[in-house]
């Protein structure tokens, strides 16, 4: 079904009362009401990036202190993702700050790690940047099953947050790789200076793909020192509820991640947000470069709430 953006709109509008109850309708029929999917991030590329998002403390453009590290080994790679499987995660989720994917011995290198990462029995995720066909075919080869890649806010306000690439590249770049036939994952950040019908047309692009996303992360904004973000507001909480709950009716198949902001979260805005329809977390105490809630406060806070770790069986959009 899809959606114009008056009816986006007028759900998103909905007394919270009612907006919570259409999101737990939806949830509770296309998804396990309790069960919530546990991923572990692990940045294997960091910093030096070529792209100037203004909210990532990786970008080459700002001064950020993060210290820049290049593509990591297999071997480091792979301890990680054995602790994150000990650990409880069942997805394993890997970032790059490429703005493209590299040719030659990197790759070759990524593949690898892919295969090794993906016998261990972890669900493997990538998030590379821009990438060729033949390359994601290689790497939906090599074990990958999903990539991440976000389309972050409305193509309105995208050239006041990024201006090295376009919006429409990066829809592009979302064709390719679910023409591959990796599963996609796309979202984006909310509370970013946006305004509610950026939010509105954020959505709107979000599930009007045909398919839409088999995952949607939604990230509250992490201001990082020497972004261009530095001084925003975190969002406020009911406001990012909203965008969680409009996302999970329009888009009631997909899992609805709560991502990157969550140490700034209280208990209680977390639990609203799993009552909202979010039903994946990432897992551990670190995100790809800032901070993530400690991994045995969030089983405490999942037991609290009569919540269970989950993996979808391949989900159908
Ligand atoms: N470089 C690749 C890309 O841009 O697709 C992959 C890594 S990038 C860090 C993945 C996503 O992290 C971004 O699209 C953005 O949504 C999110 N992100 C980055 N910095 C963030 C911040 N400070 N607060 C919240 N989300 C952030
Ligand atoms: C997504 O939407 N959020 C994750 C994942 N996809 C790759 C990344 C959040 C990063 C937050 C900032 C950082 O830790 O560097
Ligand atoms: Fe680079 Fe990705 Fe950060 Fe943008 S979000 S600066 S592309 S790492």
Redesign the pocket.
């Known amino acids: 079904m899809s959606y114009t953006k008056e009816e986006i709109r007028a759900i998103h509008d909905l007394p919270l009362t009612t907006l919570i109850y259409r999101a737990q309708q939806a949830h509770q029929e296309h998804q396990d009401p309790a069960g919530v999917q546990l991923c572990t991030l692990k940045s294997i590329k960091t910093g030096a ?1 070529p ?1 100037d ?1 203004a ?4 970008s080459a453009h700002h001064g950020s202190d993060l210290k820049p590290e290049p593509l990591l080994d297999t071997d480091t790679i792979l301890k990680d993702a054995r602790a994150a499987k000990e650990g409880g995660a069942s997805r394993f989720c890997m ?4 703005r493209r994917v590299p040719r030659g011995k990197q790759f070759d290198s990524l593949l690898e790690t892919v295969s090794e990462v993906s016998a261990l029995g972890l669900e493997v995720c990538c ?3 821009t990438i060729e066909e033949d390359q994601a075919t290689a790497l939906k080869d090599a074990g990958c099953s999903v990539y ?3 389309i ?1 806010t409305s193509r309105e306000y995208y050239g006041k947050i990024i201006t090295t690439r376009t919006f429409d590249e990066r829809l592009d770049n979302l064709r390719t790789v679910r023409e591959v036939g990796l599963q996609v994952c796309s979202g ?2 909310i509370g970013m200076g946006e305004t509610k019908e950026d939010r509105i047309a954020f959505l709107h692009e979000l599930s009007n793909m045909a398919p839409y996303p088999d995952s949607v ?1 939604i ?6 020192k020497g ?1 261009p973000l530095e001084e925003q507001k975190f969002v406020d909480p009911i406001e990012f509820v909203r965008v969680i709950a409009t996302a999970r009716i329009l888009m009631p198949k997909s899992m609805v991640r709560l ?3 969550r140490a700034e979260m209280s208990e209680e805005l977390q639990a609203m947000c799993f009552v909202a329809g979010a039903n994946s977390i990432f897992l551990g105490d670190k995100l ?1 470069t ?1 901070e993530n809630p400690d991994r045995d406060a969030d089983f405490r806070l999942l037991e609290k709430l009569g919540l269970h770790a989950w993996e979808p069986a391949g989900v159908e959009v």
């Open positions: 990036c792209e998002c909210y990532c403390p990786q970032g790059a700050a490429w998030t590379l940047g991440n890649h976000n972050d984006g950040i992360p990230n509250a904004l992490i201001p990082c972004t991502s990157a902001g790809l800032t």
